[in-house]
């Protein structure tokens, strides 16, 4: 288990390491209502698909909660409000609208309950998404590991770890899967610009485990990939299309094409609620655009000049050809196209 909670329920309000202030300091942000969760989203409080996911359900649950004592008509009103803010927290992560989707559908199945009923169902069904990512990530981690040599070294881009789901991790939680079975893994960190989620947190949520991590910036892969030994690169996903396309943090893409050119094996680690059967490829996949100043500087630091015409996207996409393999928890889809997705996720 890792030494840390990325979420945790806690008096009747959801607590989120505050993953802004990582590594400096580790603080958890209290939240009460679905805005309050909306707004944790959106600032990136908590980020990662599945992560996302989780905090929305709970986001859900503090509405009903707040709204336990209201009208059957206020309530109605109340959560499809909360549903709609959370919503509109971020584009991309196709977990969060898996998530809501759910707890709609509960919102829907405890009509005939009261208020107090009503919340402690969405509460328990919260939970319950929590609980079973934490699992899915374990099944997922198992098929993972085995791709691995007994002696791995695994480069990963961005932060799909503990900090990124309800534990264990994606990515990461191949990894901590591998190492599970004795094999020795140590890991290559890419920085991940301009946010830094490799050198912020997927570095610190390693060192916090004792798991061997080199970080090197963005830039340096390609000339690492061909002068040391990789084994492999693995990265988490926040949406796939029906094609196997990826949607993963910006930069996935360019090291999908060095693995490629090295014959390096390119493994995409995702739990089933990020497979988009309903989108056809890629290019309908709406990628976020984020804040110019996260480009320009971090924190108090800037670097760029004043004036300057700054673009943030935030995700790319990654061609299915360019993607070894899907990791997932019903196990490992080799050549990712719609046939096999819908076979996955039928089985």
Known sequence: MTAFHTLRWTANTLELLDQRWLPDRCEYLRCDSARAVAQAIRDLVVRGAPAIGCAAAYGVALEALQLSSASKQQFTAGMDNAFSVLALSRPT?????????????????????????????????????????????????????????QAACVMTHCNAGALATAGHGTALGVIRSAIETD???????????????????TAWELQQDGIPVTLIADSAAGYLMGRRRIDAVIVGADRVAANGDVANKIGTYMMAVLARRHNIPFYVACPLSTLDIAVDSGTDIPIEERDTAEVAGYRDMRWAPA????????????????????ITEKGVVHTPGRAALETLLAG
Do not use: H, Y
């Open 183 to 201: 094999k020795v893994v140590e890991v290559i960190a890419n920085e991940t610009r301009p946010f830094l989620q490799g050198a912020r947190l």
């Open 307 to 326: 004036g300057i015409r700054i673009a943030n996207p935030v995700f790319d996409i990654t061609p299915a050809e360019l993607v070894s393999a899907l």
């Open 93 to 149: 992560a196709v977990n969060l609208a898996w998530a809501l989707q759910r707890m709609r559908a509960s919102v829907a199945q405890s009509a005939g309950m009261d208020g107090r009923q009503r919340a402690a169902t969405l509460l328990a069904l919260a939970k319950q998404i929590a609980d079973e990512d934490l699992e899915i990530n374990r099944r997922l981690g198992a098929f993972g590991a085995a791709l691995l040599p």
